[in-house]
């Protein structure tokens, strides 16, 4: 019987030979793929340093907090860790190339809310972030701080609320862009307490801020680590907080959500991971950022700056994600943001 399926196949034409030669090999190279990244996930890390991309760019607050993840992760693990800033398209373009990295453990990518925010913000991502990367550990919950200059008339966040709802003057407030979180959470703040406020968008917070402490806008909405500054000399008056509780590193700083119940805007930061990297490496990976995040040092480090350390399960930081871009996209929507 084989030996006449081998004579019949010199009368089929070339073409069909190869096609059935190619089908056959298809399985074969799967699996032979397979066992080689199983493999190879038994001597993570011991081949070469990881590579941690940033999607914005070196000496921000994001880069702070991965060389800040960078440096004790590389201990843990016993290899070193490299960051990689690849800024551009609103974190889409280092996201994008960590999504079709390698999947074998040594590109990774530390990520922020705004991938998230992007998934309804942009028409084309360059990925696609629910099927092309794996989430592996939240490292950090990072607060928005509500501040306004001085010299608005309000001294807390019911008076700038009832300031806002009354519509007693202008409040023009900055933002770092068009879809940024500081946009957001104004929008979500105007539309819940029925204000007119004006979103003025700037390229990035510095510039906002900037404005801000001179008097050309009244109000900002800015990752925490990035106004303390000011908030400590007396620049800027912080008003609220945009998480869910109160910030231990402004402990008598309200949230948001104590005049507006249900108001809740937290930003984050984490790893996530090529999407067939082998499951070994996740949890080792997991595991060991989960350890950073418990190191006395780090979680001084990010309390410092106002933020708070998580170090998740890839489960739970999977479930989050879903949530996060739900929620992120409904924002997005609310606040008619583009990135046109």
Same mark, same amino acid.
């Given at each position: ?51 941690? #991309? ?26 070193? #860790?490299?960051? @990689? ?11 994008? &190339? ?11 990518? &530390? ?27 939240? &490292?950090?919950?990072?607060?928005? #701080? ?24 202008? *409040? ?23 204000? @007119? ?61 104590? *005049?507006?119940?249900? &108001? ?45 350390? *998580? ?30």
């Amino acid at each position: 019987m084989l030996a006449a399926q081998s004579n019949n196949s010199k009368n089929q034409p070339m073409e069909t030979i190869m096609i059935r030669r190619h089908l056959f090999r298809l399985p074969l190279a799967a699996y032979l793929a397979a066992a080689g990244l199983a493999a190879h996930a038994q001597d993570w890390p011991n081949k070469k340093p990881i590579s941690l #991309v940033v999607p914005f760019a070196a000496g921000g607050s994001t880069d702070a907090t991965a060389r800040l993840l960078a440096d004790k992760l590389g201990k843990e693990i016993g290899q070193q #860790v490299i960051v @990689d800033n690849r800024a551009g398209a609103g974190s889409n373009l280092g996201a994008a &190339f960590a999504a079709k990295a390698t999947p074998d453990g040594y590109t990774i990518l &530390f990520a922020t809310s705004t991938i998230t925010t992007n998934v309804t913000l942009y028409k084309n991502m360059g990925f696609d972030l629910r099927k092309d990367l794996i989430p592996v550990s939240q &490292f950090a919950l990072i607060p928005n #701080v509500l501040t306004v200059n001085n010299d608005l008339p309000v001294k807390s966040l019911q008076e700038f609320v009832d300031y806002v709802r009354q519509k007693k003057g202008p *409040v023009n407030y900055g933002s770092a862009g068009s879809g940024s979180a500081s946009h957001l959470s104004g929008a979500l703040l105007n539309s819940m307490a029925e204000g @007119d406020m004006v979103h003025v968008a700037y390229k990035g917070g510095a510039p906002a801020n900037t404005d801000l402490i001179g008097g050309q806008i009244q109000a900002v909405f800015s990752p925490m680590v990035e106004v303390l500054p000011f908030i400590d000399s007396g620049k800027l008056r912080a008003l609220a907080v945009t998480t869910k509780g109160r910030s231990t590193r402004l402990p008598n700083v309200p949230a948001i959500g104590e *005049v507006l119940p249900g &108001f809740e805007v937290a930003l984050w930061n984490g790893v996530l991971a090529p999407s067939a990297t082998p499951a070994p490496v996740i949890e080792k990976l997991a595991a060991a950022i989960q350890k950073v995040a418990q190191d006395p040092a780090v979680r001084k480090a990010l309390t410092d700056q106002g933020s708070t350390p *998580v170090g998740n399960s890839p489960a739970h930081f999977k479930d989050i994600l879903a949530r996060e871009i739900d929620k992120w996209g409904a924002l997005v929507t609310l606040s008619g943001a583009n990135v046109d």
